[in-house]
């Protein structure tokens, strides 16, 4: 059964920062892709960073700079560090992991998902 397990989410004002883990389980292989994707109320949602087995990473251009994902390969979690944060990334930020994976940053290559974390940044 395959799970992913998100935290970290919270509230905090402009320029602040917050950290955000996933754990995933019951994948059978291990050369996991996985991501961050976002929702804010109203919008679709969107792809925010991407980190394969390698450390290979991929960033929308509105976060490059001050998000970083980053993977713990032995305990396959992954983490998206973010500072600098505006209100523009209130959102639930959701973890995404599947085995194959042609697009990163692309909701549409992933099958798998958590149950999201509610990040809110107020000015």
């Known amino acids: 059964h395959v799970q992913l397990v998100e935290s970290g989410g919270g509230s905090v004002q402009a320029g602040e920062s917050l950290r955000l883990s996933c754990v995933a389980s019951?994948?059978?292989?291990?050369?996991?892709?996985m991501a961050w994707f976002r929702q804010a109320p109203g919008k679709e949602r969107e792809g925010v960073a991407a980190?394969?087995?390698?450390?290979?990473?991929n960033y929308a251009d509105s976060v490059k700079g001050r998000f970083t994902i980053s993977l713990n390969r032995a305990q396959t979690m992954v983490y998206l560090q973010m500072s600098s944060l505006e209100p523009e990334d209130t959102a639930v930020y959701y973890c995404?992991?599947?085995?194959?994976?042609?697009?990163?940053?692309?909701?549409?290559?992933?099958?798998?998902w958590g149950q999201g974390t509610q990040v809110t940044v107020s000015s």
């Open positions: 995404a992991a599947d085995l194959v994976i042609t697009e990163p940053l692309s909701q549409d290559e992933y099958r798998n």
């Open positions: 980190i394969d087995v390698d450390g290979e990473t």
């Open positions: 019951g994948f059978a292989g291990s050369n996991l892709y």
